[in-house]
């Protein structure tokens, strides 16, 4: 019993990501993806056209109905003000941290109510693989 005990323990460490720390999550550094294109609508949005991998099985869905088979497929996302704002400071240069403050001294806002929302953007535009972190 006290084998299997240990081997669990082994299997669960090994299949957990590691964690980063909130500060060393502030101190990373956003880059934008460089297939990403970037399209200025007036003064204060853009519009950001980028590259989607289409999963096989969508592939041959949208040939089964008629579609071109697509491996690769373009995507649009259209920035409001505030997310034109964020993503002008990801230069690789700033940090989370740099950014959240200067973000939170132009808009006036609470240093932790920029935090959540810019560290929530940021996230999505991770998961859509807009940017990376050094």
């Known amino acids: 019993m006290n084998g299997s005990a240990d081997i669990m323990k082994r299997f669960k460490a090994k ?7 909130r500060a060393e999550a502030m101190e990373l550094r ?11 609508i007036g003064e204060s949005e853009v519009l950001i056209e980028y590259p989607m991998t289409v999963k096989p099985w969508v592939s041959a869905l949208l ?14 996302l259209q920035l ?5 704002a964020v993503w002008d400071m990801l230069d690789g240069q700033r940090s989370v941290r740099m950014i959240v403050a200067e973000f939170a001294e132009i808009h006036r806002l609470e240093r932790k109510e920029a935090e959540v929302s810019i ?16």
């Open 15 to 21: 299949s957990s990501p590691s964690q980063l720390s």
């Open 30 to 40: 956003p880059v934008k993806n460089r297939h990403v294109v970037e399209e200025r």
């Open 63 to 76: 040939q089964r109905f008629g579609g071109r088979p697509e491996s690769v497929r373009t995507k649009k």
């Open 80 to 84: 409001d003000e505030l997310g034109t």
């Open 119 to 134: 560290t929530h953007f940021l996230r999505m535009l991770g998961q859509r693989g807009l940017i990376g972190m050094r």
